[in-house]
């Protein structure tokens, strides 16, 4: 890292639960103070990488999960894979696309300690290139609404 021109390594340890835009403070690692003054401080702002299916909103964590149609009309169960977690989740009968479900404390532990939880998205997949025999089974229900 260049700092009044010259190159400097330093080792820093980014907190777990550190936010997007946090800042971190490494006193007298910065450049030479002026008229041989102490060194200032060197002061790293975080800048986080968006993950490819959660999101973050303060500490609660956002999973995106893709249910096929049948499993979210007659209820069932998916898996949910988070972080270092998995575990299945019960889809009740009738679920809509945009239902949240939410487990307490399985979110992002900030600094201070405090847990946000995790909110599970659901995200309902309608089939594509169906069968012909999955096509009539579907023009049959469609016979009954």
């Known amino acids: 890292m260049p700092i009044?021109?010259?190159?400097?390594k330093i080792n820093v340890k980014i907190p777990a639960g550190i936010k997007d835009g946090?800042?971190?403070?490494?006193?007298g690692k910065g450049g030479l103070g002026s008229n041989g003054g102490p060194a200032g401080d060197?002061?790293?702002?975080?800048?986080t990488r968006p993950h490819a299916f959660l999101d973050r909103d303060g500490n609660d964590?956002?999973?995106?999960?893709k249910v096929d149609m049948v499993t979210a009309a007659l209820g069932g169960e998916v898996e949910v894979n988070v972080l270092d977690s998995?575990?299945?989740?019960?889809?009740?009968?009738?679920?809509?696309?945009?239902?949240?479900?939410?487990?307490?404390?399985?979110?992002?532990?900030n600094r201070k300690g405090e847990t946000g939880d995790l909110l599970v998205k659901i995200q309902v997949e309608?089939?594509?290139?169906?069968?012909?025999?999955?096509?009539?089974?579907?023009?049959?229900?469609?016979?009954?609404?």
């Open 22 to 27: 946090e800042k971190i403070r490494y006193s």
């Open 86 to 109: 998995r575990f299945k989740l019960k889809i009740p009968a009738g679920t809509q696309t945009g239902r949240k479900f939410k487990m307490t404390g399985k979110g992002v532990t």
């Open 126 to 145: 309608t089939p594509t290139n169906l069968t012909e025999a999955q096509r009539e089974l579907l023009e049959q229900f469609r016979a009954t609404l």
């Open 4 to 8: 009044n021109g010259e190159q400097k």
């Open 61 to 65: 964590l956002i999973c995106n999960t």
């Open 42 to 47: 060197l002061l790293l702002i975080i800048a």
